[in-house]
């Protein structure tokens, strides 16, 4: 907790203190979610794509090979944000349409 509060001009130093510090605790959020917009597609990939190596298989084989090449990883996760994005596109697309729609 912040200090003692003994008269009104402390409260005033007080509240400015905590209004500050808010707004430094909502940039910092605002970077992290912007890092988290920008780069949701490779960190998804990354995530979920050595658990799908590791079960094997053809499908797990070709990631396997995919993922050792760093240039074709990159390009791999390049596509895969593109069509995540499309896909994105196209659902606000038809969300939009429906929303016009109940108007």
Known sequence: MGKKINSLESLDQEISRLRGRTKELENELDGKLDYLQDNYTSILMKSFLPA??????????????VFQNERLQDSVLKLAERVFNKVSDGVEFVVDKLDGKKK
């Open 52 to 65: 799908i190596i590791q079960k094997g298989g053809i499908a797990g084989g070709i990631l396997q090979f």
